[in-house]
C-alpha cells in the first residue's frame, strides 16, 4: 500500500529538520530532542509518580489510575532504542491507553544505554513486572511497550515464565524489537527515509548489547528463545514502512507455533513509531482503541 498521507506529511518535517544522525550528537542532546506529544495531558483518573526497587536502586515509576476501577495492571515500557526516552515522552500514550483498556498503567523510567547496557533494562523491566505482580497481587496483570519497549515487555514474559511469576493475561507489543539480526526483507526495503533507519537500529544495538553474546541471548533477541510456550496472549502491532516489520511478524508466527493466542494488527501504509505521536498520525488512536478492546477481553470484560 502507499505511504499514508500524515506518514508522508510527518517523515517530509523529518527531512526539513536535517538533524544530524544520532552517533553525530551528544548523547545528552539526542534524548533531549525526543519531546512528548503537545498540548494538555488527557484527563485520568490520577497519575502517581513512585519507585520501586530495582537492581542498581530505586526504580522511577509513573503509575495512571484510570476514572472507574481498573481492570487490571499494565506495565509500560517506553521504545527509544534502549538509549532515548523516558517517563514524559510516553506520558500521552500512558494516558491513552489507561483510558482505552480501563486499566491502570504503571511505566516504567528503566535505565539506558549504552551508559546501562544488556541486561541492565531488561533486569529494570523484570523487577517492575516482578513488583507489581506482588503490589497488585490477585487482578489481571499484562505488559506493553513499543519498540525497544515491546522487546523489554517480551522479555519480562519470558522471565516471568522461567522464573515463576503468577501467568500473565496478556502483552502488547508495539513494533517490537526481537531479533539482532537485521537482515530481514523490511530492514533491505525500508534501509532509508521511513524515520527508523536500519544504520540507526544497528547503532542502538551497538548501545544496548555491544557483544555478540549479550545481543543474542533471548532475552534480547527474544525471537531467539528456545521455547515460547506458555507466554501470554499477544497483540502485536506491526507498520508496513518499519525496518522492524519481519521481525514483529516472525514473533507473532513463533508465538502462534507454541500455541499463544495472538492478534497481529499490520498498519499498512505506517511507519515506525507512529503510535505514541497521537497529534500527528489519526491511525495511532485507532490503534490504541484496538489496544484497549484486546487488553479488556484478557482482563475478562471483552
Not at 492478534?263 to 484496538?290: K, N, S
Amino acid at each position: 500500500m502507499p505511504l499514508d498521507p500524515e506518514a508522508a506529511r510527518f517523515l517530509e518535517q523529518v527531512r526539513r529538520a536535517a538533524a544530524p544522525p544520532i552517533w553525530e550528537q551528544r548523547l545528552a542532546e539526542a534524548r533531549a530532542a525526543v519531546l512528548p506529544v503537545p498540548g494538555p495531558p488527557e484527563e485520568v483518573g490520577r497519575v502517581v509518580n513512585e519507585a520501586c526497587p530495582g537492581p542498581a536502586g530505586e526504580l522511577p515509576l509513573r503509575r495512571y489510575e484510570p476514572a472507574d476501577t481498573a481492570l487490571g495492571t499494565l506495565v509500560f515500557f517506553h521504545g527509544g532504542g534502549w538509549v532515548t526516552g523516558n517517563l514524559d515522552t510516553h506520558d500521552a500514550l500512558c494516558r491513552r491507553i489507561c483510558r482505552e483498556a480501563e486499566a491502570r498503567v504503571v511505566a516504567v523510567d528503566y535505565r539506558l544505554a549504552p551508559e546501562h547496557p544488556f541486561p541492565a533494562a531488561a533486569d529494570d523491566a523484570f523487577a517492575a513486572l516482578a513488583w507489581a505482580a506482588g503490589r497488585f497481587r490477585g487482578a489481571p496483570l499484562g505488559v506493553i511497550g513499543d519498540s525497544a519497549g515491546g522487546n523489554l515487555a517480551a522479555a519480562a514474559t519470558l522471565r516471568a515464565r522461567d522464573h515463576g511469576l503468577p501467568p500473565l493475561h496478556a502483552q502488547v507489543l508495539i513494533y517490537p524489537i526481537t531479533d539482532c539480526g537485521c537482515e530481514t526483507r523490511s530492514y533491505f526495503e525500508n534501509a532509508e527515509g521511513y524515520f527508523l533507519t536500519r544504520d540507526l537500529m544497528r547503532w542502538f544495538w551497538d548501545q544496548y548489547a555491544p557483544r555478540p553474546e549479550q545481543r543474542e541471548h533471548p532475552y534480547a533477541s527474544v525471537l531467539r528463545a528456545g521455547d515460547h510456550r506458555g507466554l501470554p496472549a499477544a497483540l502485536i502491532v506491526t507498520a508496513e514502512y518499519d525496518v522492524l516489520r519481519d521481525e514483529g511478524t516472525a514473533y507473532a508466527q513463533a508465538l502462534r507455533a507454541a500455541g499463544v493466542p495472538v492478534e497481529h494488527l499490520a498498519c499498512t501504509g505506517m511507519i515506525h513509531a507512529f503510535v505514541r505521536r497521537l497529534h500527528d498520525f489519526t491511525r495511532a488512536g485507532e490503534v490504541c482503541r484496538r489496544i484497549g478492546r484486546f487488553v479488556r477481553g484478557r482482563f475478562g470484560t471483552g
